[in-house]
């Protein structure tokens, strides 16, 4: 590391602590120090550090980036060296970013970016390496390790076995996880670029789980249980979601009972949905997708050997909020009064077509009360049953006496 480089890394650290430095003092503070003293550039480095704390009454300064920090214990504002071993590297998504990936050690791992202009050296697949004077940054709700010009990295010689610490998925954080979950949905992809999203579940509750398209990426096979490792888990609008890519995951012989985190709710419904009746699926194996009216699969393309399927999505309001809920075809069969085969032959006999199944199935629920349960995702709730409310006498005397009205 050059004269200049140190003196940026002291810069940066200053800087940090909200207090401006001129670069050239400090490099000529340095080069006083190793050139005319003979002191080494480390020692120069906590010198000049040290002095500078000093004059700006600063803690938290001087010394403390070459201290050993655990990943697991790293949090924002930090400036730290760590050893790891690096678990997963990522496409870079922009020209700025040299690297960027995950490091792990005995304790956790660690999403890292390595920025281009500090012309980091570049880290391989299952090498070890101590990084110096890194920054953690926060990303998402998440520490984020920022390897930037004044960072120093060099490899490490270790063969210390490194096995991922499995969390319950009730317990996962923003950050990278692993998990051992068994595959419970296979949901619809919203996306050209998506590979597979759908539902994970262990004993503690469910998360939902998204796969990109990515060479040598394969899909989750359902009801089969997973060893999932290094996944990175995100945050957004207060949940939590698994994205693989960086994950390495293995099929287990073994099985799990998935716990639900049920949620229930009563209203009226007062929408439904465009895509509620009748739908045609993809026939391909292991696809499922709703097929466009022209019968076109977003990734098998044309398919006039489709299926046919049932749902309902619609709105229920309880008065104080307004839930998106999905339902599936058995449900919606005794809601309706209209069966799967009873729904074709009504598309296939009707100048309207599969418009008269969703009108008929609009009119039996559109504006009747139900109590409805499932799992909650997205802002959606995936109903697993459904019933519609009776008249409780009760109920109705306790609102009227709080209205101050009579029974008509």
């Not at 400036?79 to 700025?96: C, D, F, M, R």
């Given at each position: 590391?050059?004269?200049?480089?140190?003196?940026?890394?002291?810069?940066?650290?200053?800087?940090?602590?909200?207090?401006?430095?001129?670069?050239?003092?400090?490099?000529?503070?340095?080069?006083?120090?190793?050139?005319?003293?003979?002191?080494?550039?480390?020692?120069?480095?906590?010198?000049?550090?040290?002095?500078?704390?000093?004059?700006?009454?600063?803690?938290?300064?001087?010394?403390?980036?070459?201290?050993?920090?655990?990943?697991?214990?790293?949090?924002?504002?930090?400036?730290?060296?760590?050893?790891?071993?690096?678990?997963?590297?990522?496409?870079?998504?922009?020209?700025?970013?040299?690297?960027?990936?995950?490091?792990?050690?005995?304790?956790?791992?660690?999403?890292?970016?390595?920025?281009?202009?500090?012309?980091?050296?570049?880290?391989?697949?299952?090498?070890?390496?101590?990084?110096?004077?890194?920054?953690?940054?926060?990303?998402?709700?998440?520490?984020?390790?920022?390897?930037?010009?004044?960072?120093?990295?060099?490899?490490?010689?270790?063969?210390?076995?490194?096995?991922?610490?499995?969390?319950?998925?009730?317990?996962?954080?923003?950050?990278?996880?692993?998990?051992?979950?068994?595959t419970v949905q296979d949901w619809d992809v919203t996306h050209d670029r998506m590979l597979q999203t759908g539902l994970l579940g262990d004993e503690t509750g469910?998360?939902?789980?998204?796969?990109?398209?990515?060479?040598?990426?394969?899909?989750?096979?359902?009801?089969?249980?997973?060893?999932?490792?290094?996944?990175?888990?995100?945050?957004?609008?207060?949940?939590?979601?698994?994205?693989?890519?960086?994950?390495?995951?293995?099929?287990?012989?073994?099985?799990?009972?998935?716990?639900?985190?049920?949620t229930g709710a009563s209203g009226v419904i007062v929408h439904v949905a465009p895509g509620s009746g009748l739908i045609k699926r993809c026939p391909v194996e292991?696809?499922?997708?709703?097929?466009?009216?022209?019968?076109?699969?977003?990734?098998?393309?044309?398919?006039?050997?489709?299926?046919?399927?049932?749902?309902?999505?619609?709105?229920?309001?309880?008065?104080?909020?307004?839930?998106?809920?999905?339902?599936?075809?058995?449900?919606?069969?005794?809601?309706?009064?209209?069966?799967?085969?009873?729904?074709?032959?009504?598309?296939?006999?009707?100048?309207?077509?599969?418009?008269?199944?969703?009108?008929?199935?609009?009119?039996?629920?559109?504006?009747?009360?139900?109590?409805?349960?499932?799992?909650?995702?997205?802002?959606?709730?995936?109903?697993?049953?459904?019933?519609?409310?009776?008249?409780?006498?009760?109920?109705?005397?306790?609102?009227?006496?709080?209205?101050?009205?009579?029974?008509?």
């Open positions: 590391m050059t004269l200049s480089e140190v003196a940026e890394r002291i810069s940066q650290k200053i800087e940090a602590k909200g207090v401006s430095v001129d670069r050239q003092k400090v490099e000529s503070k340095l080069r006083r120090l190793v050139d005319e003293f003979g002191v080494n550039l480390a020692e120069a480095e906590r010198t000049v550090m040290s002095d500078l704390a000093r004059e700006h009454k600063l803690t938290g300064v001087g010394g403390t980036s070459t201290e050993m920090h655990r990943i697991h214990d790293l949090v924002p504002g930090e400036w730290v060296t760590i050893e790891g071993k690096i678990v997963a590297l990522s496409p870079s998504p922009s020209p700025s970013i040299a690297q960027n990936g995950i490091i792990a050690d005995s304790s956790g791992a660690i999403r890292f970016v390595a920025w281009s202009r500090g012309n980091p050296p570049e880290m391989e697949y299952g090498q070890w390496y101590r990084i110096e004077s890194a920054v953690i940054n926060e990303y998402r709700g998440a520490p984020n390790l920022t390897i930037h010009s004044g960072t120093t990295i060099s490899t490490v010689e270790s063969d210390v076995p490194l096995i991922p610490s499995i969390t319950p998925i009730a317990e996962l954080r923003p950050g990278v996880g692993s998990v051992r979950a068994k469910t998360i939902k789980f998204v796969i990109w398209k990515e060479d040598g990426k394969e899909k989750l096979e359902p009801d089969t249980v997973y060893n999932i490792y290094y996944a990175v888990v995100d945050e957004y609008n207060g949940r939590l979601s698994l994205t693989l890519n960086s994950a390495m995951y293995i099929a287990d012989e073994g099985d799990i009972e998935v716990g639900r985190n049920d292991g696809c499922n997708r709703t097929l466009s009216r022209q019968n076109y699969c977003p990734v098998h393309e044309i398919q006039p050997n489709f299926r046919y399927d049932l749902r309902l999505k619609a709105v229920l309001d309880d008065g104080t909020r307004a839930r998106n809920i999905l339902i599936q075809r058995d449900i919606v069969e005794e809601l309706a009064s209209l069966t799967l085969e009873e729904a074709i032959e009504v598309a296939e006999n009707n100048p309207l077509g599969m418009d008269e199944v969703f009108i008929r199935v609009s009119n039996a629920v559109l504006g009747r009360y139900y109590t409805c349960g499932g799992n909650e995702f997205d802002g959606r709730l995936l109903v697993n049953r459904c019933a519609p409310m009776t008249f409780d006498p009760a109920e109705l005397a306790l609102l009227l006496n709080r209205a101050g009205g009579e029974t008509a």
